[in-house]
């Protein structure tokens, strides 16, 4: 088995740079195509489902919505040169992928720390949580 190479600190921070700006800019992109579709169909609706009166906001959806697709697809594959590049195990690629997607996150988070979870860190803390007397001691 050949000797496991030393991670490069510099790729990994560059790489780690670059997929921060693609979150950005991906967590902006659906933001601005959940506007446009809003604008599309329901102020600018049509009397039947999915239809619109408005060829400026048809012809808006039509530019955005390839664009956001195309912003997504850069995110992915800068999600996979992060992991590429700090090495890290199949498993934990997977669960940042899931934590990628909002849905997703939000359920993964739940799964992972209860709130039973949440309370007894709380407890062994040094926090003394909400409403307590801080003037007490």
């Not at 000797?3 to 933001?31: H, K, N, Y």
Request: hydrophobic share 50%.
């Amino acid at each position: 088995m050949p000797a496991e190479r030393p991670l490069d600190e510099v790729a990994a921070r560059t790489s780690f740079a670059r997929f921060r700006v693609a979150s950005i800019v991906e967590g902006i992109a659906p933001l601005v195509l959940v506007g446009i579709m809003t604008m599309r169909y329901v102020v600018f609706g049509g009397d039947a489902w999915f239809t619109s009166t408005s060829p400026f906001w048809e012809q808006v959806s039509s530019v955005w919505s390839p664009i956001h697709g195309l912003i997504y697809m850069v995110y992915v594959v800068l999600g996979f040169d992060l992991w590429m590049k700090m090495r890290w195990g199949l498993p934990r690629m997977l669960a940042a992928d899931v934590l990628r997607r909002r849905p997703g996150a939000v359920l993964l988070r739940r799964a992972l720390d209860p709130p039973a979870r949440r309370v007894r860190s709380r407890a062994t803390s040094h926090d003394p949580g909400p409403g307590a007397d801080l003037t007490a001691g």
